[in-house]
């Protein structure tokens, strides 16, 4: 399981973008389970708050980027 402590900022300097892992999977138009594969695979990291899985859309959104097929090859 990849956790990771964070700040309220990013890299960037704004604050951070986040979603619960239903809202992430709806945000880029996958399954839930999809997400939970990448942070397997440690593609993606996975915050906690107490039970809640929370995802930073903005590392989503690198990840999605950085994919080289888009988001066939994040769902592939």
């Known amino acids: 399981m990849s956790t990771r402590d964070s700040s309220a ?4 300097g704004g604050a ?3 979603a619960s892992l239903k809202e992430a999977a709806e945000y880029i138009s996958v399954h839930p389970k999809t997400l939970t594969r990448r942070f ?3 593609s993606l ?8 899985v929370m995802v ?3 590392e989503l959104d690198a990840l999605v980027v950085a ?3 888009g ?3 994040l769902v592939g």
Do not use: E, F, M, Q
């Open 67 to 69: 994919s080289a097929g």
């Open 9 to 12: 900022r990013t890299s960037k």
């Open 45 to 52: 990291i996975r915050y906690r708050v107490g039970r809640r």
């Open 71 to 73: 988001l066939k090859t």
């Open 40 to 42: 397997s695979d440690g």
């Open 16 to 18: 951070r973008r986040w």
């Open 56 to 58: 930073d859309l903005d």
